[in-house]
């Protein structure tokens, strides 16, 4: 079966620090990683998808199949990144359910 | 503008009531989900409907039940909910349609308190 980790159930930095969220995945197949956000008091959205290779922003994320990681990076970190950031694993292509990991809540202080 | 709604926003019910949540959205969506999250947790799919198609998850206690009848509107029921079923309840929906990594949309979520 499938498992997504996230090491670090809180991450605080200060503004302008880079940002490095940690992802760990493991599946035997060919998985679809994606990173969702949850602001405060807003729902849950897709961040960026490993497939797409965008910068949504200013966060990347770069699929490591022999590392089994899709880390979240930032170089410089804004207030309003703070958020609750979730990955998450897809199976297959196309239509397939999502296995989420725990969660990593980033506060970026001023 | 709200394309998945969950109402209501907050429930609160007894132990070994029955509850219903409610989900609708206006995308058109082929696909509907139903997450469980408890606090601290990752999100849980509990099931979700292709169309008409019911795709129970094989961990998703009988206790949890769901409908679909239509395509803009899908409840979960509890049948008889206990206090660890406390929880947020997340709907999400995706088209079906993509090739690749498809988004899903959430809704806002209703947290359920079984007193």
């Known amino acids: 079966a499938q498992r997504v980790t996230q090491p670090e159930k809180l991450l605080s930095v200060f503004k302008g620090a880079p940002v490095e969220l940690k992802c760990n995945y493991s599946?035997?197949?060919?998985?679809?990683l994606f990173w969702y956000v949850q602001y405060s008091r807003q729902r849950l959205q897709l961040l960026l998808r490993?497939?797409s290779r965008e910068s949504i922003k200013g966060f990347t994320a770069d699929l490591n199949k022999g590392e089994t990681s899709f880390h979240l990076k930032k170089p410089f970190a804004q207030e309003e990144d703070s958020a609750m950031y979730y990955c998450?694993?897809?199976?297959?292509?196309?239509?397939?359910?999502?296995?989420f990991g725990k969660g990593t809540m980033l506060l970026v202080s001023p | 503008d709200a394309m998945v709604i969950q109402n209501p926003r907050y429930q609160v019910t007894q132990f070994g009531k029955p509850v219903t949540l409610s989900c609708s959205q206006t995308?058109?969506?082929?696909?509907m989900y139903w997450y469980q999250q408890k606090s601290s947790q990752a999100p849980k799919l509990l099931f979700h409907?292709?169309?008409?198609?019911?795709?129970n998850e094989a961990d998703t206690p009988d206790n949890f039940q769901s409908r679909r009848p239509n395509t803009s509107f899908c409840f979960l029921d509890i049948r008889s909910p206990g206090l660890g079923d406390a929880a947020m309840y997340l709907c999400?929906?995706?088209?079906?349609?993509?090739?690749?990594?498809?988004?899903?949309?959430f809704g806002p979520g209703t947290r359920l308190l079984v007193l």
């Open positions: 999400a929906t995706s088209s079906g349609e993509a090739i690749h990594q498809e988004t899903q949309y």
């Open positions: 599946y035997s197949g060919s998985p679809e």
């Open positions: 490993h497939i």
């Open positions: 998450a694993l897809s199976e297959d292509s196309g239509y397939s359910t999502l296995t």
């Open positions: 995308l058109n969506h082929n696909v």
């Open positions: 409907y292709y169309d008409k198609d019911f795709n």
